[in-house]
């Protein structure tokens, strides 16, 4: 099912953010939804363009980092089925964008971090004047975990997107570089 730009805010739950070439936005959502249709079976996944060119959002009902790893799977057999993705991120929660929100979502995937685990905080902003420091700190503040910026075991992902932001705690290898990998 695809779903007009207009009723893009209608996923407010998506569970995937992929970026592609401005003007390519339309065949990423195409792309996208054949992926999870017809290559991982999930008959009621949906997708949409945003307001913010070359970033489309997609919802299904799989796990969002299995879905990376089966994607990754595709890729490496059928680099071909990739034609416009450039990332796909997966996505755990979203949020209203809003610090006390952020900090919320953050405290509960801070106790998935181990004690010997490091972590870094990514923040991708777009469409908002929050700054990126006040959002780490908000994120990250009050986690009692080693920092890594260089080679972190887990990223504390933030991907804000005008009134609703993603967040995930995800390993470095969860993110589906597309047009890195099909180099290698």
Not at 1 to 6: F, P, Q
Not at 128 to 134: A, G, K, P, Q
Request: net charge negative; no cysteine; hydrophobic share 50%.
């Amino acid at each position: 099912m695809h779903i007009s730009a207009e009723d893009a805010d209608m996923l407010g739950d998506f569970a995937l953010l992929a970026t592609t070439a401005r003007g390519n936005e339309r065949a990423m959502v195409n792309e996208i939804l054949y992926l999870l249709k017809d290559e991982l079976g999930d008959i009621e996944a949906q997708a949409a363009k945003t307001k913010i060119r070359g970033l489309i959002v997609a919802k299904t009902v799989l796990d969002p980092l299995e879905v990376i790893a089966k994607f990754r799977v595709i890729l490496s057999e059928r680099p071909y089925a990739f034609r416009y993705a450039i990332r796909i991120v997966p996505i755990q929660y979203v949020v209203a964008t809003d610090l006390a929100e952020i900090k919320k979502v953050t405290e509960v995937l801070a106790t998935k971090i181990g004690e010997t685990q490091t972590f870094r905080v990514t923040v991708e902003k777009r469409f908002t004047e929050l700054h990126s420091m006040d959002i780490i700190q908000a994120a990250a503040g009050d986690i009692k975990r080693s920092v890594d910026l260089h080679n972190p075991d887990l990223i504390l992902q933030i991907e804000v997107l005008g009134a609703q932001t993603g967040i995930s705690l995800i390993k470095p290898t969860d993110i589906l570089a597309v047009v890195k990998e099909k180099m290698l």
